[in-house]
């Protein structure tokens, strides 16, 4: 079974630079988060959606993060305009309600 | 709201040795409680998982933790370590209603000396 995919796995990119993580959930769940991971805050839950529907953005950042899921197999998350700060692991992760929430391979995003 | 705590950052076993990370939690009604594990470069793995029952859980590679309740506590166990068990280690907490938001732990890194 394919787990949860995320594109691109790495990315460099320059201060200013809009920038796009793509997430396909596994086929069935129907919640999808995105978290970011860094060396001083650890992992953080930025979004949570059920059923396509945001249900808690409480974590991201700031206006310049946002993300959108438009169908059930496929979710952004952007950054724009884009910062040194933003640099993170990026993860993806979905679930059944109620059930274990896998997580994917992560995007390493590098902002210079 | 939930919190987790993982009191070592860092942890040197031998190869061969025994192992326990330890997992504070805090949270107002029965916790979902999960281990992750994340070697270098790469996503995080479900190591096993606690929802209900029996409280000394089962999980890959051979890893087993110990849910206490009056602890608060989910450490995780390993009775003999291998190289290849090298890498951070999270612990973390999940409301058992609704979608599951999960809290982790600032991680421990375990080192495995030859």
């Known amino acids: 079974d394919a787990g949860v995919i995320q594109s691109p796995r790495h990315e460099v990119t320059e201060m200013g630079q809009e920038v796009t993580l793509r997430c396909k959930p596994i086929?069935?769940?129907?919640?999808l988060f995105w978290y970011r991971q860094t060396m001083m805050r650890g992992l953080e839950l930025l979004i949570y959606?059920?059923?396509?529907?945001?249900?808690?953005d409480s974590g991201m950042p700031e206006d310049r993060f946002s993300a959108k899921m438009p169908n059930a197999s496929f979710s952004t998350l952007k950054i724009q305009p884009s910062e040194p700060r933003d640099s993170a692991v990026y993860f993806c992760?979905?679930?059944?309600?109620?059930?274990?929430?896998?997580f994917g391979e992560g995007s390493w995003l590098t902002v210079v | 709201a939930q919190s987790v705590t993982q009191p070592d950052i860092h942890i040197t076993v031998s190869e061969g040795a025994s192992l326990e990370l330890r997992c504070n939690y805090s949270?107002?009604?029965?916790?979902?409680l999960f281990w992750y594990v994340q070697s270098p470069g790469q996503g995080l793995q479900l190591l096993l998982k606690?929802?209900?029952?029996?409280?000394l859980v089962q999980g890959i590679k051979g890893f087993e933790a110990e849910f206490k309740r009056s602890q608060s506590s989910f450490n995780l166990r390993k009775p003999s370590v291998h190289w290849s068990d090298a890498a951070e280690y999270f612990c973390?907490?999940?409301?058992?209603?609704?979608?599951?938001?999960?809290?982790f732990g600032q991680g421990t890194r375990l080192t495995i000396n030859p």
């Open positions: 973390a907490v999940g409301a058992v209603q609704g979608a599951q938001k999960l809290v």
């Open positions: 606690y929802f209900s029952g029996d409280t």
């Open positions: 959606f059920n059923n396509n529907v945001p249900i808690d």
């Open positions: 992760a979905s679930s059944f309600i109620g059930n274990t929430i896998y």
């Open positions: 949270y107002g009604a029965t916790p979902y």
């Open positions: 086929s069935g769940h129907n919640s």
